[in-house]
């Protein structure tokens, strides 16, 4: 494979915490006690990665509520304040909580915790993407200038294509990622026809169905400013031995300037308070 020179790469989509249900072998190695940050970083160094966005996972238990809420994003705050390597931090609140309890978080979010937008997997929250409920937090978040996250993983039927062109018709001011959209062979299409029909709808990469290109055929019909590199992340444990993604992104046909919007000038647009901190990284080109 031919080495493809890149200025930065930037993954929007590190989880930080474990994957705590559905994992069937969780807490059966027994694990060495290390500064999560250090693993952190030694993960990003592994993969050749200059920084990420970070994010809770939304998996956590919750017995009291918006109490718990409130530590978790009080926790991706300070997380993202140890290190000039976390560019931005999303926190979370739960449409189940109310609008009212929600609009608290939302400006305690923007206000003290300095955080950088929302981030949702409805499947883990008791709702649709399309519930009334996220209509209305998405209102709120645009009004804060949160970008909002929101998973569109395949094997959810509460997660659907169809719910975020919903989604996307109702709230042409506010941004959208959807995370994890690529991930079957067939939502793919969907997500096609989601990108040609709604430009407010950006796309991560992560989790993606392997052949056929995706990418090239994505960048030739809607151009590179609509996707970022994101692996679904978790660094501790890893879970997977590479990022393919990757691998395919710097293995593509594509011109380094479509590369280099996929990997981090699109994240900077959408996270435009964090350029000071991006060059303060003042990070060498890379040979890959």
């Known amino acids: 494979m031919t080495a493809r020179t890149v200025r930065n790469i930037v993954d929007t989509h590190h989880h930080v915490g474990t994957l705590s249900i559905g994992a069937t072998e969780e807490h059966t190695r027994p694990r060495t006690l290390r500064d999560s940050v250090d693993i952190h970083h030694s993960m990003l160094d ?3 990665m200059t920084a990420c966005a ?3 996972g939304l998996q956590y238990e919750r ?3 918006i109490v718990d809420t409130r530590q978790v994003n009080d926790a991706i705050a300070a997380y993202r304040g140890r290190s000039p390597r976390f560019l931005a931090a999303l926190g979370m609140v739960e449409p189940l909580h109310g609008l009212t309890l929600c609009r608290e978080e939302l400006d305690r979010m923007a206000g003290p915790l300095r955080l950088d937008g929302v981030v949702w997997h409805t499947r883990y929250q008791g709702v649709a ?3 009334r409920r996220m209509h209305a937090l998405v209102d709120e978040a645009a009004a804060r200038s949160f970008p909002c996250y929101v998973h569109m993983f ?3 039927n509460l997660e659907t294509p169809w719910m975020f062109a919903k989604f996307a018709h109702n709230h042409p001011e506010a941004t959208i ?3 994890d959209a690529f991930s079957a062979s067939t939502q793919i299409q969907y997500v096609m026809d989601l990108a040609d029909r709604f430009d407010n709808i950006m796309f991560d990469t992560a989790m993606c169905f392997p052949l056929l290109r995706l990418f090239d055929t994505f960048v030739t019909r809607f151009g590179s400013e609509r996707l970022l590199f994101g692996t679904d992340s978790y660094a501790d444990p890893v879970r ?3 990022p393919a993604v990757l691998a395919e ?3 593509s046909d594509m011109d380094t300037e479509h590369l280099e919007n996929i990997l981090w000038r699109t994240f900077c647009r959408v996270f435009p308070a964090v350029g000071a901190a991006f060059e303060a990284l003042d990070t060498p080109k890379e040979e890959l």
């Open 46 to 48: 592994r993969f050749g």
């Open 54 to 56: 970070v994010m809770p």
């Open 63 to 65: 017995p009291h509520g």
């Open 129 to 131: 993407v399309s519930d």
């Open 154 to 156: 395949a094997e959810s």
């Open 177 to 179: 990622v959807a995370l």
């Open 240 to 242: 997977y031995n590479t």
């Open 249 to 251: 992104l710097l293995a």
